[in-house]
């Protein structure tokens, strides 16, 4: 489908009142992980849905399935919910420039099959952003803080135009264990509100929890590090898992629940700036968005691709 139907259809949609019994869903987390701010929305008596492909393979934003059942949960999402995107960082951080050639200067990176399948998956992003930020949910996006995903193009002017805000702090201080400085932008009342420094006995606990996880076997989501001793041989040290290690606290995931409004409403289309302050000219919504290399643009049933496995 072009692109541009696509975001006329969402635009549409989202003009379309739903029955209160539809608006079921208080928040919508995608790539939950281990859903512990799922957890903690649930327990706090929110209602909402977590994806991960961990919990299923239809819950790939690759996948034409996926896409649609993240735009359903979406659509039943009351105004004034949350809807919670933590997209796979590995090509965008910096550990894996070299092999990407995402930067600050060229967040776009590579053609290759791993750089453009996240690109893609990162503008189906965009898509179901755009349509919850019309309908009146607050949205949120986390990477780390070495991430280049929001200096891309498309994502920089989105989160212009729904007039966001960026917050970052140490995900230790939140009692995390590691430091894993962390960068959100979101439309989410008092997000200034996460933003903790990290004194030196937390960055102690950090290092003491850390030490604690299980040593992961060698594969998906381990650091190998290859030395050479004194006698000449060569050794593979293990480090923790990664996936281990940055799981969201408690204590953060709490935080984010006691932000969610109870109620909320959808802006009109009078209170909806879709303008962007370009260099030389003012774009448009939809032009703003299309502005980057087609091949990101594809909206296609991609099969399922392991993005840390490139």
């Known amino acids: ?3 541009k139907r696509l975001l006329v259809i969402l635009t549409l949609l989202s003009q379309i009142e739903l029955p209160p019994s ?10 939950s992980g281990q ?9 706090s008596g929110r209602q909402g849905k ?3 492909v961990v919990y299923s393979k239809n819950h790939n934003l690759l996948r034409t399935v996926g896409f649609l059942s993240v735009l359903a949960a979406v659509r039943n999402t009351r105004a004034g919910g949350l809807l919670f995107f933590a997209p796979p960082c590995s090509t965008w951080v910096f550990l894996s420039s070299p092999s990407t050639g995402r930067t600050w200067l060229d967040p776009e990176g590579y053609p290759t099959k791993c750089v453009l399948l996240a690109n893609i998956f990162v503008m189906r992003m965009l898509y179901i952003l755009f349509y919850a930020w019309r309908r009146g949910i607050h949205i949120m996006v986390e990477q780390p803080i070495s991430s280049v995903l929001f200096d891309w193009a498309p ?7 729904c007039n966001s805000r960026k917050v970052t702090f140490p995900m230790g201080s939140w009692g995390a264990p590691s430091m894993k ?5 979101g439309t989410l009342p008092g997000i200034s509100s ?13 290092l003491v929890l850390f030490n604690k996880l299980p040593s992961a076997s060698p594969g ?3 650091l190998v590090k290859k030395t050479v001793d004194k006698a000449g041989k060569k050794r593979v040290g293990i480090k923790k898992a990664l996936e281990q290690s940055a799981v969201y606290p408690r204590d953060f995931a709490w935080a984010i629940a006691g932000l969610l409004p109870v109620t909320g409403k959808r802006p009109s289309n009078d209170e909806i700036d879709v303008s962007y302050q370009g260099t030389g000219s003012d774009l448009g919504l939809m032009e703003s968005l299309m502005d980057q290399p087609k091949q990101s643009l594809v909206i296609a049933n991609v099969k399922r691709f392991q993005f840390s496995r490139c």
Not at 22 to 31: K, S, W
Request: contains cysteine.
């Open 35 to 43: 859903g512990e701010l799922s957890r903690a929305l649930w327990r």
């Open 155 to 161: 994502v920089k002017k989105f989160l212009i135009l």
């Open 194 to 206: 996460l933003r903790r420094p990290l004194d030196l006995k937390q960055l102690k606990r950090a």
């Open 181 to 185: 400085y962390t960068t959100i932008w």
């Open 220 to 222: 998906r989501n381990t």
């Open 1 to 3: 489908m072009d692109p």
């Open 50 to 52: 977590a994806f991960d």
């Open 22 to 31: 539809h608006e079921a869903n208080d928040f919508v987390e995608v790539c």
